[in-house]
C-alpha cells in the first residue's frame, strides 16, 4: 500500500526559507504516469496547490507562488522536496504532498497526514 | 486561476440525503471532467472519493455519487450515517499555459 509521509521543520523565521520532504513507501516514486505533488492549507483557508514534479524532473507551479517555490526529486531515496523562499505570515499552513496523474489519473490519491508549518521569529 | 466555491456548511439528518456544490468557471470546471472530491476527518488525511465528476475509486461507498452541470459540479450522498461527518473538498483541473489545479474552500457536513 503507496504511503506518503511529509517532514521537516515546524517552525520557520520570517524571510528565511521553508524545506520539506516527502518519503514514498509502498512503491516506486519512478512510475509512469504519476506525478507528484505539494498542496497546503492554511488556518481557516482553502486548499491550495504547490506545485508538482514527475520522476524524470519536469515541474509544474502556481503561478502565484512560482516565484519562491522549488520541487525536485531524489529518486534514489524515493523522496521528492519542496523548498519556499522568503517566508511570511501567509505561509503558516498545513503542507501535504499526494501523488497524482495529469494525462490519467488525475486526482490526488494517497495523501501524506500534513505537517503544519508556523512561519513565524 | 480562481478557485472553486462551495457551502461553508451543509448538515442532514441520519439517513437524509444531501448535496454539496461546487462551482467554477470555464476555465476549469467547465472544460474538463476532471472533477474529483476529497473527505477529511479532523487530524486524518484527505482521501478521494469521487473521480473524473462521477467515479467512485473501489472500496468507497455507492451512497457517495458526483455530477456536472456546465459549471458547476455536485456532491451528493445519500443514506447519511454519523460516519459522514467531516470537511468536503473539491478540486477541479484548471490547466492554462501548464497544468493546474484548484480546490474549494470546503464544506463542513454535519450529520444531525
Known amino acids: 500500500q503507496l504511503q506518503l509521509q511529509e517532514s521537516g521543520p515546524g517552525l520557520v523565521q520570517p524571510s528565511e526559507t521553508l524545506s520539506l520532504t516527502c518519503t514514498v513507501s509502498g512503491g516506486s516514486i519512478s512510475i509512469s504516469s504519476y506525478y507528484w505533488g505539494w498542496i497546503r492549507q492554511p488556518p481557516g483557508k482553502r486548499l491550495e496547490w504547490i506545485g508538482t514534479i514527475y520522476y524524470r524532473g519536469n515541474t509544474y507551479y502556481n503561478p502565484s507562488l512560482k516565484s519562491r517555490v522549488t520541487i525536485s526529486v531524489d529518486t534514489s531515496k524515493n523522496q521528492f522536496s519542496l523548498k519556499l523562499t522568503s517566508v511570511s505570515a501567509a505561509d503558516t499552513a498545513l503542507y501535504y504532498c499526494a501523488r497524482h496523474g495529469i494525462h490519467t489519473n488525475n486526482w490526488f490519491d494517497p495523501w501524506g497526514q500534513g505537517t503544519l508549518v508556523t512561519i513565524s521569529s | 486561476q480562481s478557485a472553486l466555491t462551495q457551502p461553508a456548511s451543509v448538515s442532514g439528518s441520519p439517513g437524509q440525503s444531501i448535496t454539496i456544490s461546487c462551482t467554477g468557471t470555464?476555465?476549469?470546471?467547465?472544460?474538463?471532467?476532471?472533477v474529483s472530491w476529497y473527505q477529511r476527518h479532523p487530524g486524518k488525511a484527505p482521501k478521494v472519493m469521487i473521480y473524473?465528476?462521477?467515479k467512485r475509486p473501489s472500496g468507497v461507498s455507492n451512497r457517495f455519487s458526483g455530477s456536472k452541470s456546465g459549471n458547476t459540479a455536485s456532491l451528493t450522498i445519500s443514506g447519511l450515517q454519523a460516519e459522514d461527518e467531516a470537511d468536503y473538498y473539491c478540486c477541479s483541473y484548471a490547466r492554462s499555459l501548464t497544468p493546474a489545479w484548484v480546490f474549494g474552500g470546503g464544506t463542513q457536513l454535519t450529520v444531525l
Open positions: 470555464s476555465s476549469d470546471v467547465g472544460s474538463y471532467n476532471l
Open positions: 473524473e465528476v462521477s
